[in-house]
């Protein structure tokens, strides 16, 4: 089954064409959190030098946070116009989800939530992605080994300041194509109505914050 899968929602950003759970083509695009410019553009490309034609592929799935929001909505906007566009069923994937390691042992998923702390998924736990306090993190990474993260030059020094030097093993990696191409397989073949194509914000932006905090009567 072809499907377009695709992810933006942190600095690095990646866009794929796959058959199955095989990657026919795929990219890493610039990192940093300017990825409008260039996601469509560089998966015509891909299509061309597949010679293929958007109208064969079967669906389109996409990374939906958490993470950066301008990020977010740069691949909900484009996955859900190519997804209207060509008639095809659109799948949402945590983000975190699609961060894996071939590391042996435990691992969790980290990606920046600025002011927010960090967003976290622990692998093989059965919980669901949080969003907590540095201090909360490290109570939470306890049990892990290694930490995976889109950048873990600013996320390493936060951690580790509340820890230790060398607690965790790190590795800086892009989202796994394969992983999103598994995980939306998964859907389909299961057989059941795709996720909810709901943004996870997690978290309100600073603005929204510093609204709230205009709108609290005085005491």
Same mark, same amino acid.
């Given at each position: 089954?072809?499907?377009?899968?695709?992810?933006?929602?942190?600095?690095?950003?990646?866009?794929?064409?796959?058959?199955?759970?095989?990657?026919?083509?795929?990219?890493?695009?610039?990192?940093?959190?300017?990825?409008?410019?260039?996601?469509?553009?560089? #998966?015509? $490309?891909?299509?061309?030098? @597949?010679?293929?034609?958007?109208?064969?592929?079967?669906?389109? +799935?996409?990374? &939906?946070? !958490?993470?950066?929001?301008?990020?977010?909505?740069?691949?909900?906007?484009?996955?859900?116009?190519?997804?209207?566009?060509?008639?095809?069923?659109?799948?949402?994937?945590?983000?975190?989800?699609?961060?894996?390691?071939?590391?042996?042992?435990?691992?969790?998923?980290?990606?920046?939530?600025?002011?927010?702390?960090?967003?976290?998924?622990?692998?093989?736990?059965?919980?669901?992605?949080?969003?907590?306090? #540095?201090? $909360?993190?490290?109570?939470? @990474?306890?049990?892990?080994?290694?930490?995976?993260?889109?950048? +873990?030059?600013? &996320?390493? !020094?936060?951690?580790?300041?509340?820890?230790?030097?060398?607690?965790?093993?790190?590795?800086?990696?892009?989202?796994?194509?394969?992983?999103?191409?598994?995980?939306?397989?998964?859907?389909?073949?299961?057989?059941?109505?795709?996720?909810?194509?709901?943004?996870?914000?997690?978290?309100?932006?600073?603005?929204?914050?510093?609204?709230?905090?205009?709108?609290?009567?005085?005491?």
């Amino acid at each position: 089954m072809l499907g377009i899968v695709f992810d933006t929602s942190t600095e690095r950003g990646v866009v794929a064409i796959v058959n199955n759970e095989t990657i026919l083509w795929e990219e890493h695009l610039p990192v940093g959190l300017q990825t409008a410019q260039s996601l469509l553009p560089r #998966l015509h $490309e891909g299509l061309s030098s @597949l010679q293929m034609d958007i109208k064969s592929i079967a669906y389109i +799935a996409c990374g &939906i946070g !958490p993470g950066s929001y301008t990020g977010i909505r740069i691949a909900a906007t484009a996955a859900k116009t190519l997804a209207f566009a060509c008639d095809i069923p659109l799948i949402g994937i945590c983000t975190l989800d699609a961060f894996i390691t071939e590391t042996k042992g435990s691992f969790a998923a980290v990606i920046d939530a600025k002011i927010g702390g960090v967003y976290i998924q622990k692998s093989g736990k059965g919980e669901n992605p949080q969003v907590c306090t #540095l201090d $909360e993190a490290v109570k939470l @990474l306890n049990d892990i080994e290694t930490i995976v993260t889109p950048n +873990a030059e600013k &996320i390493r !020094p936060k951690l580790e300041a509340l820890s230790s030097p060398n607690r965790w093993n790190w590795e800086e990696n892009y989202p796994s194509c394969q992983q999103l191409a598994k995980l939306a397989l998964k859907q389909i073949k299961e057989g059941k109505e795709p996720t909810p194509f709901e943004l996870l914000y997690m978290r309100k932006t600073q603005a929204e914050i510093e609204k709230d905090n205009l709108q609290r009567p005085l005491a």
